[in-house]
Every structure is written in structure tokens, then in C-alpha cells.
């Protein structure tokens, strides 16, 4: 992995936009590569950066950031996304996590944690601050709207999830098990597919609500 982490601003407002840029300025390891003020110059600025960690704002005109969320997700699977607003409503917190995002943070919420959630997400970990958590951990004790397949996951495929939920990327999962790089990406994708998700963060989502693992597991 580099060792300076790549940033995207979005936000429909300029003087926020600067604002982070200013404060993520200061660190070492974080480089701002762009800003954007809607969904659809986030997508832009995205191919032509190629940013590690994208900061969405949500609400802004002409192409909110759930459906810039989404978008990036499935043209840009490597970039990841936190969420950065000032709503912590349901209908906000639910749509961004299924449409891709790894993290929920609140403008309120301090610098400080601003640049561990980016640290975060940049290593392929969900961040959310506890007030969403919460939020999230109660919709988990919902039972699922989707039946999975009839054919059950593997002793192995319920192993790499667990991984995979603790944020470890596949090389790490690999080293982790004695396999291949390639074997652990099929794996990874008869998960997706067995249990009808879309990407890692829903895959991380099932195994909570399954018990598989918590949001205090070390990977370690």
C-alpha cells in the first residue's frame, strides 16, 4: 500500500470543502487530490484521481451523494468511501452503508476523528462513530428480507468472512490462511454470491448480524 493515503472532498459548500482540505493539510500521510461540490463531479473527479478515500457529503443538487455513493462503488471498487454529513437519520444512515459506504461520520464531530475514520476506511474497516453504530446494530436484529441460496457456505468461506469482516484485504487474508491471492478472491466472491451482497461492507454487515463476528473483533 502507499504510504501518503489519496482524498476526495465532496461537499456542496466551499467553505467546508476548504475547511477540510486546510485541516487534512497538516497530516503527513493524507494528500487532498480534488474537491467536488455534487455527486456528478464526484464521479469525475474520481476517474481522473483515483482517489484511495472519497469524503461525501450527501446532500447536494443535482446528483445526491447515496447515488454518487453507489456509482463510485461499482465503477471504482477500490476506492473507498465515508460518508461525512450533518444528518444521522435512518433514511440516510441505511441507504449510503448498502449503496457502498464504509463509514458514517458527522460534521460535528472532532477533527481528530475525522483522520482516524479516514485511516480507517482506508484499510478496509467500517468506521462508525457510536451514536451510529447503535443505529446500525439495531437494524442488524432485523432479519434479513433476502433467504440466502440453499447452498450453505463452506467451513472456509465462513473463516474468510470472518476475516474479511475485520477488514483485512485479501493479500492479508491470504498470508493469514497459507492460500494463493487468487484463491482467496474466488472465495470472497462465492461469499458475495452465495449470500446475494454486493460487496465487502454488506459482507461485513452480514456477519454481524449473523454473530460471526463484532464490532469489537481484533483481527489480530
Given at each position: 500500500?502507499?504510504?501518503?493515503?489519496?482524498?476526495?472532498?465532496?461537499?456542496?459548500?466551499?467553505?467546508?470543502?476548504?475547511?477540510?482540505?486546510?485541516?487534512?493539510?497538516?497530516e503527513k500521510d493524507i494528500l487532498v487530490v480534488g474537491e467536488a461540490s455534487n455527486g456528478l463531479e464526484a464521479i469525475q473527479?474520481?476517474?481522473?484521481?483515483?482517489?484511495?478515500?472519497?469524503?461525501?457529503?450527501?446532500?447536494?443538487?443535482?446528483?445526491?451523494?447515496?447515488?454518487?455513493?453507489?456509482?463510485?462503488?461499482?465503477?471504482?471498487p477500490d476506492a473507498r468511501i465515508l460518508v461525512l454529513t450533518s444528518f444521522a437519520a435512518d433514511d440516510k444512515i441505511f441507504p449510503s452503508i448498502k449503496a457502498g459506504a464504509q463509514g458514517y461520520?458527522?460534521?460535528?464531530?472532532?477533527?481528530d476523528y475525522l483522520v482516524q475514520a479516514?485511516?480507517?476506511?482506508?484499510?478496509g474497516e467500517l468506521s462508525l462513530p457510536p451514536v451510529i453504530a447503535r443505529k446500525v446494530l439495531q437494524?442488524?436484529?432485523?432479519?434479513?428480507?433476502?433467504?440466502?441460496?440453499?447452498?450453505?457456505?463452506?467451513?472456509?468461506?465462513v473463516e474468510i468472512l470472518q476475516l474479511l469482516a475485520q477488514g483485512l484485504e485479501n493479500h492479508d487474508i491470504a498470508g493469514r490462511l497459507g492460500l494463493?491471492?487468487?484463491?482467496?478472491?474466488?472465495?470472497?466472491?462465492?461469499?458475495?454470491s452465495k449470500l446475494h451482497l454486493a460487496n465487502r461492507v454488506q459482507a461485513t454487515l452480514f456477519a454481524l448480524r449473523s454473530g460471526l463476528t463484532t464490532l469489537e473483533s481484533d483481527p489480530e
Open positions: 500500500m502507499p504510504d501518503t493515503i489519496r482524498v476526495l472532498v465532496v461537499d456542496d459548500h466551499p467553505v467546508v470543502r476548504k475547511g477540510i482540505s486546510a485541516l487534512l493539510a497538516g473527479q474520481v476517474e481522473e484521481h483515483r482517489p484511495d478515500v472519497v469524503l461525501m457529503d450527501l446532500v447536494m443538487p443535482e446528483f445526491d451523494g447515496i447515488k454518487a455513493t453507489r456509482e463510485i462503488s461499482d465503477r471504482y461520520l458527522l460534521k460535528d464531530s472532532d477533527p479516514i485511516h480507517q476506511v482506508y484499510r437494524e442488524l436484529k432485523r432479519p434479513a428480507q433476502q433467504p440466502l441460496t440453499p447452498d450453505p457456505l463452506t467451513e472456509r468461506e494463493s491471492d487468487a484463491t482467496v478472491r474466488t472465495h470472497v466472491s462465492n461469499i458475495l
